[in-house]
T-cell receptor
Framework: AQSVTQLDSQVPVFEEAPVELRCNYS??????LFWYVQYPNQGLQLLLK??????LVKGINGFEAEFNKSQTSFHLRKPSVHISDTAEYFC?????????????FGTGTLLAVQP | EPEVTQTPSHQVTQMGQEVILRCVPI?????FYWYRQILGQKVEFLVS????????KSEIFDDQFSVERPDGSNFTLKIRSTKLEDSAMYFC????????????????FGDGTRLSIL
């Protein structure tokens, strides 16, 4: 079975400061990794994904994430945040192969950007 | 950009009543999903659907739940006799994937239906 841990339920940060949202996963099989963002009263929007290749992946809105296999981590970073980045961020995994590619989500991290 | 649409955005229902949540997935997608998010909790997988049948379901998806693709464009989730604990945001998602079982196709989510059981 797979599981995802997001240790920080909330991360307050000032505008234009850098931020890192942490994600660790556990799986006995190979997985793909994703970050989704949920703005208030909206659905989940894909930020970025790691499938294979370079461990540093870039996504939309200036976000990037680094896959670290030895530490089973996939932390999300942004060098300078904006007020508009305030949202809930979810890390998720899915198996490489299976009957279905259901997503297993972490509990989410609320990024609260303050002016 | 094509998107997944869900209706209604908010559904209020009396406990014990049947409810149907509707979704229109992206037109060329082959895999369809329902997830739910109870207030303050994480997003949980309910069921996946491919080739007109359920490919996987979670332990949450008991006999009270059913899914259907009635007309080739809509994808519905029905709860037969709602309970208070069914109150949640329900998300529909769809993905490409001409090759069954491969997990690298990202899922595209709708904005959700907030279901409130009174």
């Amino acid at each position: 079975a797979q599981s995802v841990t997001q240790l920080d339920s909330q991360v307050p940060v000032f505008e234009e400061a850098p931020v890192e949202l942490r994600c660790n996963y556990s799986s006995s099989v190979s997985v793909y990794l994703f970050w989704y963002v949920q703005y208030p009263n909206q659905g989940l929007q894909l930020l970025l994904k790691y499938l294979s290749g370079s461990t540093l992946v870039k996504g939309i809105n200036g976000f990037e994430a680094e896959f670290n296999k030895s530490q089973t981590s996939f932390h999300l970073r942004k060098p300078s945040v904006h007020i508009s980045d305030t949202a809930e961020y979810f890390c998720a995994v899915t198996r490489h192969w299976g009957a279905t590619n259901k997503l297993i989500f972490g509990t989410g991290t609320l990024l609260a950007v303050q002016p | 950009e094509p998107e997944v649409t869900q209706t209604p955005s908010h559904q209020v229902t009396q406990m014990g009543q049947e409810v149907i949540l509707r979704c229109v997935p992206i037109s060329n997608h082959l895999y369809f999903y329902w997830y739910r998010q109870i207030l303050g909790q994480k997003v949980e997988f309910l069921v996946s659907f491919y080739n007109n049948e359920i490919s996987e379901k979670s332990e949450i998806f008991d006999d009270q739940f059913s899914v259907e693709r009635p007309d080739g464009s809509n994808f519905t989730l029905k709860i037969r006799s709602t309970k208070l604990e069914d109150s949640a945001m329900y998300f529909c998602a769809s993905s490409e994937g001409a090759f069954q079982g491969r997990g690298d196709q990202p899922q595209h989510f709708g904005d959700g239906t907030r279901l409130s059981i009174l």
